[in-house]
């Protein structure tokens, strides 16, 4: 008998079906990983589950009897709950404020927040999940965020818990509580319906695991006796090398020259970025390494031109660009992936093919005495769509909100690789990728420095900086504390210099 | 490929919206008839519905005061599409009427020199031909709203202080500042107004008379209907050419959708900005001009008083789906109540009534989006 069961569901969006005949059973007391791609519809079932989209066919079953799920009430009656990718807490009132928003326990009109404080203290000891029932969302780590929201499932006594990409905004310390936390909450009788794309995860706390390919259900398997290969092929449909083919560099005079970079913080007074030199050349991946907030962004943001540096230099093959416009940036060959590609990459309101003109729409080829030229713009489109392979429901005219994470990331590498810049400035490209996507994009960034481009990539994802670049700086508080070999240097030795416990003096 | 279908599925979906606000708006707007005198309601509400069509010279009525909340709604419309929302249509409005009539007034009669500049020699100059003067009041009037449409412009873009603000303020200063200007040039002391426009200061009718005009014992009575209407539809065809067809258009709603995109893109936000709110300006500032130029006689007052056409076009461009082409229809609509609802007092109802019962229309109407999605999702579910 499943808890849960879901049986034949589709669901039909225009011009795609995200689920077509889906099965998911679901025991007690497992965890059970539901694995896919971006837009291989894992999403859209789970809110098929949490009733906030209707299905088009196929029942839900509880406990063997048929159930309607009509909206996240409903969900809530038959004890399912849901921690969502994106938290959905009220920043300004306090943890104890939101776990009870909805289900306040009142006395004639008034809240009854003793009661109501006893019961959170009371659950989160028994569950192990420490929040400060006081404290304020807005002044809160993200780790702690994501207990809060598990603290409203048990508050409201779900019994099968949803968890949607729980992982992809915690530190590594942070994911191993939360994997203790999962099996604890098991113990204690829950069922767990796990989202991800993240393969070691599923083999550290999943029981079984049901794979979905493009709104298709691929199969589902015993975690334990499969290996992590079998599920990557399952869930992207061929063979996937984790590691990176890279022909040897070649290097080419120095592309970017910064030097005696500072810049200042607009919140605060203080350096974020401090007194930073390097070079980067043609061929050359250099990779920025760090701990998230140590000023990699922020480098970023003057070498781009998004925010001014406040003192130093930065010259693109021998042209200074430190205090001139993004637009001259561009026209002098600097490409950029920026980090968010939500605020940064793209008009989300705009279709495709607008979004991929975004840094050409004024030449010539686009344009002709201001009237844009509306067929050269969609051939243009439909042309690295078929380059990139990027796939949407309606080419070149889908509205690009409608698109996957990683297709709208695909749109962004094409229309940056297609400049053939001199310099590309990737920020954390592969950032909440899967398997596919990222072997993808990096496969993408090496043609880009195969073809003579410099390269400067920033990440957070260690193998991603062993695997892929020539030469590896590690940014710590401003500052560039090593510059390293990736075929000399361990994981051990970064991590060090992450965590500023060693520095080398860097000299250009 | 987008299909056909999908895009007339769209349409569709907006006119089917469009019509539910209006049939529940008007619905709501009889009850209030009914609360107020359950015997002459239906008589009453049968006239603010028919009453622009009876005969081809309310149709050239409807017309002729379409003209003006057209311009306020594609001045609304435009700067919307920039991601800005402009309270200020009033002010601009406002100056623009002013200075058009200003222009036809002192335009139309020699103006003598002041003695400081007698030593060029220049005594006076001559009385403007009407062509020009006409074509002049109009570009005045397009300057004078541009140039008050910058300054909340100037203030967004590079003091970052919300144009909603700034926009109502000015608003403000337009409202005592063109009282004081008028006081002290133009006065007609006895209606304390403007003085009148010539009549050779107003625009041509080009024949519309001919069309809109309604028997009359042996001849007829004429709508005052003129070129305005055209010059409004014109307008409104530029504004959409302009927003989806240009460079420009592309970057200004890239700047209005996503600033931080568009900044990454390399464009230049902060000159949009001003550039797009002088836009707007100048287009309420047009609407100003026709709207005193269109030979009834109407004059400015010269008490300190807010252009409601300013803020009806706020209504108007909301109702038309902040689309150029959909301001044109629901100009014309709003104007249509406003003329047949001028016609109930008779029956017995207040002017103040009135005003609620368009209101309530126009209020109803705001709702156009929430109902467009959610009869979207109603009608579209299952067909996909």
Redesign the interface.
């Known amino acids: 008998m499943y808890i849960i069961e879901m049986r034949n569901i589709t669901k039909?969006?225009?011009g795609i079906i995200a689920n077509d005949d889906i099965t998911l059973q679901l025991q007690k007391g497992e965890i059970h990983a539901l694995l896919g791609e971006n837009g291989a519809g894992k999403s859209t079932l789970m809110s098929v589950l949490f009733g906030l989209y209707?299905q088009?066919s196929g029942d839900i079953y509880k406990n063997e009897e048929k159930i309607s799920i009509k909206g996240p009430n409903d969900a809530t009656k038959y004890g399912i709950g849901m921690v969502h990718q994106h938290f959905k807490l009220v920043h300004n009132f306090t943890v104890l404020e939101n776990i009870i928003l909805g289900v306040e326990t009142t006395k004639r009109g008034v809240l009854q927040m003793d009661k109501a404080r006893t019961r959170v203290v009371e659950l989160s000891e028994r569950y192990g999940l420490s929040v400060d029932p006081d404290a304020y969302i807005s002044d809160i780590t993200v780790g702690m965020q994501q207990r809060v929201e598990i603290l409203k499932m048990l508050y409201r006594e779900n019994e099968i818990l949803i968890f949607d990409e729980p992982t992809a905004v915690l530190t590594p310390q942070e994911i191993d509580e939360l994997m203790s936390i999962m099996k604890e909450l098991i113990a204690e009788g829950k069922s767990i319906l796990f989202i991800t794309h993240k393969l070691d995860e599923i083999k550290r706390v999943a029981n079984r695991c049901t794979v979905l390919r493009r709104g298709k259900y691929v199969g589902t398997v015993d975690v334990d006796t499969t290996d992590v290969e079998t599920m990557s092929e399952m869930m992207v449909g061929r063979k996937v090398s984790r590691t990176v083919d890279k022909p040897d560099a070649s290097l080419g005079d120095v592309v970017m020259e910064v030097r005696n970079l500072t810049v200042n913080s607009k919140l605060h007074n203080k350096s974020v970025v401090n007194n930073v030199s390097f070079d980067v050349k043609a061929g050359e991946i250099v990779c920025i390494a760090g701990i998230d907030g140590n000023g990699q962004s922020e480098l970023v943001y003057a070498i781009?031109g998004?925010e001014p540096a406040s003192s130093g230099s930065i010259s693109l093959n021998g042209k200074h660009i430190a205090n001139i416009?993004?637009?001259?940036?561009?026209k002098a060959g600097l490409a950029?992936i920026?980090e968010d590609r939500h605020?940064?990459?793209?008009?989300?309101?705009?279709n495709l093919a607008?979004n991929l003109i975004?840094?050409k729409?004024?030449t010539p080829r686009?344009?002709k005495s201001?009237?844009?030229r509306f067929s050269e713009i969609y051939s243009f489109s439909d042309m690295l769509i078929e380059k990139f392979d990027i796939r949407s429901g309606?080419?070149?005219?889908?509205p690009t909100r409608s698109m996957s994470g990683g297709n709208q990331q695909k749109a962004i590498v094409a229309r940056e690789l297609d400049m053939n810049p001199n310099l590309l400035v990737a920020v954390q490209p592969t950032r909440g990728l899967d398997i596919g996507a990222i072997e993808y994009i990096h496969k993408q960034i090496i043609n880009a420095r195969t073809n003579g481009s410099g390269v400067l990539l920033v990440s957070l994802e260690l193998d991603e900086v062993m695997n892929i670049s020539d030469r590896i700086l590690v940014m710590f508080e401003g500052e560039i504390v090593a510059d390293v070999d990736p075929k000399q240097v361990t994981f051990a030795e970064l991590g060090l210099y992450m965590s500023g416990a060693k520095r080398d003096e860097v000299a250009v | 490929?987008?299909t056909f279908i999908?895009r007339r599925q769209a349409g569709i979906l907006s006119l089917l919206s469009t019509l539910i606000v209006i049939i529940a708006g008007l619905t709501i707007g009889f009850i209030v008839l009914l609360i107020s005198d359950s015997e002459q309601a239906w008589t009453a509400f049968w006239t603010i519905l028919s009453f622009g069509l009876r005969t081809m010279r309310n149709v050239g009525d409807v017309l002729l005061s379409a003209t003006p909340i057209i311009l306020t709604g594609l001045s609304v419309t435009f700067a919307f599409k920039t991601g800005l929302f402009n309270i200020g249509a009033a002010g601009q409005f406002a100056f623009g009427g002013f200075v058009a009539i200003y222009i036809g007034v002192v335009g139309a009669d020699y103006i003598i020199m002041p003695a400081w500049i007698s030593w060029t020699g220049l005594e006076a100059i001559p009385p403007i031909a009407p062509p020009l003067r006409i074509i002049l009041s109009i570009v005045g009037a397009a300057l004078a709203g541009a140039l008050w449409g910058a300054i909340p412009g100037l203030l967004k873009a590079y003091r970052n202080v919300h144009e909603v603000i700034t926009s109502i303020m000015t608003n403000y200063i337009a409202m005592y500042l063109i009282s004081w200007i008028i006081q002290n040039t133009i006065i007609d002391i006895a209606p304390f107004t403007t003085q009148s426009l010539p009549a050779d200061s107003n625009l041509p009718t080009m024949g519309l008379e001919y069309i809109f005009r309604e028997p009359l014992g042996a001849g007829f009575r004429t709508s005052n209907v003129n070129i305005g209407i055209l010059i409004a539809v014109a307008i409104a065809i530029l504004v959409y050419i302009i927003l989806n067809?240009?460079?420009?258009g592309?970057?200004l709603?890239?700047c209005g959708?996503?600033k931080?995109?568009?900044?990454?893109?390399?464009?230049?936000q902060n000159k949009n900005i001003v550039r797009s709110m002088m836009i707007c300006g100048a287009i309420a500032g047009i609407g100003g001009a026709l709207n005193f130029m269109n030979g009834t006689g109407l004059s400015m007052t010269a008490s300190p008083a807010l252009a409601a056409e300013g803020f009806i076009g706020i209504s108007v461009a909301f109702l038309g789906l902040t689309n150029p082409i959909g301001v044109i229809f629901s100009g014309v609509f709003v104007s249509y109540l406003f003329l047949g609802g001028a016609r109930i007092q008779p029956f017995g109802f207040s002017l103040e009534l009135v005003e609620i019962v368009i209101s309530v229309i126009i209020y109803f109407c705001a709702f156009v989006l929430l109902v467009k999605t959610n009869i979207g999702k109603l009608i579209?579910?299952?067909k996909?």
């Open positions: 039909i969006f225009p209707t088009e781009t998004i416009p993004i637009r001259e940036r561009s950029h920026p605020r940064h990459g793209l008009v989300l309101d705009y607008y975004l840094e729409y004024y686009f344009q201001g009237f844009l309606e080419g070149s005219h889908t | 490929m987008r999908q067809r240009t460079t420009f592309y970057e709603k890239a959708y996503n931080d995109a568009a900044k990454y893109a390399g464009i230049n579209f579910r299952r996909d």
